[in-house]
C-alpha cells in the first residue's frame, strides 16, 4: 500500500538537502503523479505547512525561469528525527 502522498513529501525531505516545490514534485512523479494534489500549488503548500509545524524550514529563494519566486525548504536535524521517528521506511 502506497503512503500518502503528505508523508512521501516529508520523507522525500529527509533524503536531501534541500528542495523546492519542482523538485519535490520530479521526484514523485512515477508514483503520485496521478495525484490530485500533485501540482505546484499543492507541494508549495504542503512545505510551508511542514514549515510551520517545524518540521522543515526555508533554506533559501531565488527566481525561476519565468521570474516567479522559488522558495527551497530543508529538514532540519530535529525535523528530520521527527519526520523519520513518525514516518517509517
Same mark, same amino acid.
Given at each position: 500500500?502506497?503512503?500518502? =502522498?503528505? $508523508? *512521501? &513529501?516529508?520523507?522525500?525531505? !529527509? #533524503? @536531501?538537502?534541500? %528542495?523546492?516545490?519542482?523538485? @519535490?514534485? %520530479?521526484?514523485? *512523479? *512515477? +508514483?503520485?503523479?496521478? $495525484? /490530485? ?7 508549495? #503548500? *504542503?512545505? =510551508? #505547512? %511542514?514549515?510551520?509545524?517545524? =518540521?522543515? +524550514?526555508?533554506?533559501? $529563494? ?7 519566486? /522559488? =522558495?527551497? $525548504? ?7 528525527? !521527527? &519526520?523519520?521517528?513518525? &514516518?517509517?521506511?
Amino acid at each position: 500500500m502506497k503512503r500518502p =502522498l503528505n $508523508f *512521501a &513529501i516529508l520523507k522525500y525531505m !529527509t #533524503t @536531501v538537502e534541500e %528542495a523546492c516545490p519542482e523538485d @519535490v514534485l %520530479a521526484a514523485l *512523479a *512515477a +508514483e503520485y503523479g496521478s $495525484f /490530485r494534489a500533485y501540482n505546484k500549488a499543492d507541494m508549495l #503548500t *504542503a512545505l =510551508l #505547512t %511542514a514549515a510551520a509545524n517545524g =518540521l522543515l +524550514e526555508e533554506s533559501r $529563494f531565488d527566481l525561476d525561469e519565468a521570474g516567479e519566486l /522559488r =522558495l527551497y $525548504f530543508r529538514a532540519h536535524e530535529a525535523g528530520a528525527a !521527527t &519526520i523519520n521517528a513518525y &514516518i517509517p521506511n
